[in-house]
């Protein structure tokens, strides 16, 4: 299951319908980390123009998700995410970079940056972190 | 500021790009409290077709800043939120109920109820909470 | 294991030294619900006098692990918690009253409000929530 | 204000009754990054032995606040703080390393790591955060 983590991780990401409407792309993917970008356009903004905090949200969940995968595979629901937004988010791209703080059998610890880019040049704008369920095989 | 929060709140829904494109409906409003809708559609969708953890935080996030709105206006930006995912988030309509637990000059704490209904049955699906920042008024 | 959830809860708190020294009482006891309270004393103050944000902590996340422990049983760990602390935390005694939000064979999902009483008057001082993993029996 | 940190936190880490009681120790300190220390000591115990979580969560949101305070001075409350308990936390000595993530007029993020040491070995147990909320000063 662990043996192409980036094939594994780009089929899942083709196959949801909010990651393809966003534009999520799985620009890296090894065991355990996982970086995810996303293009901006305005239909991804808030009122003031910014990048949604949902959407902040969504980048940072499902890097996380995708690095727990990189692991464990892909039976894993989210049970908890949150996010500290540092600044209000503006760029012409967002990449998300995740990694995995602590796997195991039960559940999966992981913590992500998000980064604004603008020019070339990039902002931390925001933090988060998941914690994921590992799902029970089925008999 | 206060006098009428429903205008202020469906203002701010209608001029934010990502809540058209999600359908976000304000149903109602009063002061300190909001509810919040959506109707499914499979573009909300993650790889095994229940609403993407992304949304639920967006909803979530969303409803909680507009109770926040109807109490300090809306000069607010979220500083965190966090979400509970309680069970795979499956419905033909989904119904964020915010409030807020306690408002400040300087922050707002908030919390949210997210429910998925299905054959007119509610189901809970969802915690969440998100802490505002008010942000000073310019000289 | 759930039948008398009291006298479980009871010898949970009696045989936890930091409880004991603490002085954490359980006032009360349901199937998913408990309540539990502190004296205050110096000793749990932090440097302007109020209480320490850390016993905040420690009174939410005990009162929510007891509020699991009855639904199911005491092979619990907690995974994840956290406080919003909304007012100064300032009087004569403290109230954590915890109640279970979803249980689940692998994880229980709780919230807890903490009150500070003086004079006999309650106040909402902290809100928070502990997310715990039911351990595996061992075969 | 900022002059010697150092001082500063030792200071109010000697005022705060709870953290002499649990025995904190400021390590070091240097402007946004500071490391506080305990011992073990039955009395901080849970009722199986290891680190209480209240502890684990009063190591790690004190830490934070005394690195926020080497950048913005003592005048801060923790808004909310969140713990991932990773493993049992089980140790003859525990050590926080605090970092300001992010600091601001207004707030300041802040996150740290918990280790247990046991015969000169450590491991982490624990990883958490806290907003903390710069108070305004008196006029």
Redesign the interface.
Known sequence: MNKDPTTLVRR??D?????R?CGFEVVSCEPGAVELAMPWR??????SGFL????V???I??AC?FAAATLVG?RL????????????ASGQRFVARARV??PGK??V?T?CELFAIENGVEK?VA?G?T?L?VL?TEA
């Open positions: 899942i990401n196959s949801a319908e909010f990651n409407w305005k239909e991804v903004g808030q009122y949604h905090a949902g959407v949200g969504a980048l969940d499902t998700g892909p629901l989210a049970a908890h995410f949150s996010v500290n937004c540092l600044r209000p703080v602590k039960q559940q610890f913590c931390l933090v972190e914690l369920t029970p």
